[in-house]
Nanobody, 125 residues
Framework: HVQLVESGGGAVQTGGSLRLSCASSRYNYRSYCLAWFRQAPGKEREGVAAVYTGSGAKYYTDSVKGRFTIIEDDAKYTVYLQMDDLKPEDTAMYYC???????????????????WGQGTQVTVS
């Protein structure tokens, strides 16, 4: 199994910033697909950002483009989500996810990932 430990959530005003962190217990993080998802009450889990550690290729959902940045640190086995210009609609539980790369990458599909963190709450008001 892969253990993912998240931190950095909290409450912020509209237009503010937060930086979420997700640390992995795995040493082969370099060849993993990593992603951030979010889920608000009564809504489906939504893919926010994804990165492949082997190449640095990144993808974002349209609603966060220009505001969020996913950053991987291979040396620390950690992936970050830098969240700027936060809006109330960004309020959700945020989860990091990971899986080994198997030759294809669905990026923002939750079915791509086998390993999940426990979630960290982000509240924007």
């Amino acid at each position: 199994h892969v253990q993912l430990v998240e931190s950095g959530g909290g409450a912020v005003q509209t237009g503010g910033s937060l930086r979420l962190s997700c640390a992995s217990s795995r040493y082969n993080y370099r060849s993993y697909c990593l992603a951030w998802f979010r889920q608000a009450p009564g809504k489906e889990r939504e893919g926010v950002a994804a990165v492949y550690t082997g190449s640095g290729a990144k993808y974002y959902t349209d609603s966060v483009k220009g505001r969020f940045t996913i950053i991987e640190d291979d040396a620390k086995y950690t992936v970050y989500l830098q969240m700027d210009d936060l809006k109330p609609e960004d309020t959700a539980m945020y989860y990091c996810a990971a899986d080994e790369y198997g030759g294809s990458w669905s990026r923002l599909s939750p079915y791509e990932y086998n390993y999940w963190g426990q979630g960290t709450q982000v509240t924007v008001s």
